[in-house]
């Protein structure tokens, strides 16, 4: 067993303003995928994105932000906020969900593209290249924080949590980092450079991300506490997992058609 490292959540305080980890992260990662997007279109042709590329963040922020925060509402403790629907708005409680904010992200960015001009799919490729460092670095947070920890385990690097009881668990926040940051960020950074050598279709990408994505989350939610409130469905599957299963299909549903029309 490995001893938790016990990390102070907040780097700094002035006065009741708290800056912590788990926030310093969000803007990491958005930091992130502004130079890395911004590679993209001083590299490869994109038509009007380097004029509508701050708008667009800003729009895209806001989706992922209202998008994690009603994800988690619905999907996760919908019966909770029905009752308590003002402590919607309590995002300093907790509880956000990235498959909520994918769906913000794209309804988000949807729109701009229709009221801008901007092609989708090939605008939605370019920001799914940057979106696991994002994703790696929220999941740092999450260990920090000592939350969405793991199921408990006899394995030798096990950890027990502080909100976790007394027993060991998997830290399946720092598996999730590797995974969906490390691995899938040279995924598609490699899937990359063919898009652009064998002229994938638009949306090839965004497809890739979304099998990508899903199949590694679907994995590791089997080493994940399942969230107390809705449990295993069949005793076997989290919401997590329904959801990811959701991602792959949808995936695998985009890439087909697209080469189908090429």
């Known amino acids: 067993m490995l001893p938790y490292p016990q990390i102070d959540p907040i780097i700094f305080q002035l006065g009741p303003l708290a800056v912590r980890w788990y926030g310093m992260m969000y803007v990491l990662g958005f930091i992130a995928a ?5 590679y993209q279109f001083r590299r490869y042709p994109h038509p009007g994105l380097e004029r509508n590329f701050d708008n667009l963040n800003l729009v895209l922020i806001a989706g992922l932000i209202i998008g994690s925060r009603l994800g988690y509402v619905f999907f996760y403790h919908f019966s909770y906020y029905l009752e308590h629907p003002l402590e919607i708005f309590a ?8 498959h909520g904010g994918l769906l913000g992200l794209l309804f988000g960015g949807w729109l701009f593209c229709r009221h801008s001009g901007l092609p989708f799919l090939r605008t939605t490729d370019a920001y799914m290249v940057a979106a696991p460092i994002g994703l790696g670095l929220g999941r740092l947070g999450n260990f920090i ?5 793991g199921r408990v385990s006899e394995v030798p690097w096990a950890m027990i949590f502080p909100d976790g009881g007394p027993l060991p668990r998997h830290p399946s926040q720092l598996y999730e980092s590797f995974l969906e940051g490390l691995v899938l960020f040279i995924i598609m950074w490699l899937a990359l450079g063919r898009y652009w050598r064998h002229n994938w279709p638009a949306g090839s990408l965004a497809a890739l991300f979304l099998m990508g994505y899903g199949t590694m989350r679907f994995i590791v939610e089997f080493f994940r506490e399942p969230d107390a409130q809705l449990g295993l469905f069949l ?3 989290s919401m997590g997992q329904a959801l990811s299963a959701l991602m792959i299909l949808t995936g695998l549903t985009l890439w087909f058609a697209l080469r189908r029309r090429s």
């Open 145 to 149: 924080n000592g939350e969405l920890y």
């Open 34 to 38: 502004y130079f890395l997007v911004r």
């Open 91 to 98: 995002t300093w409680q907790g509880g956000m969900s990235f």
């Open 235 to 237: 005793d076997l599957f």
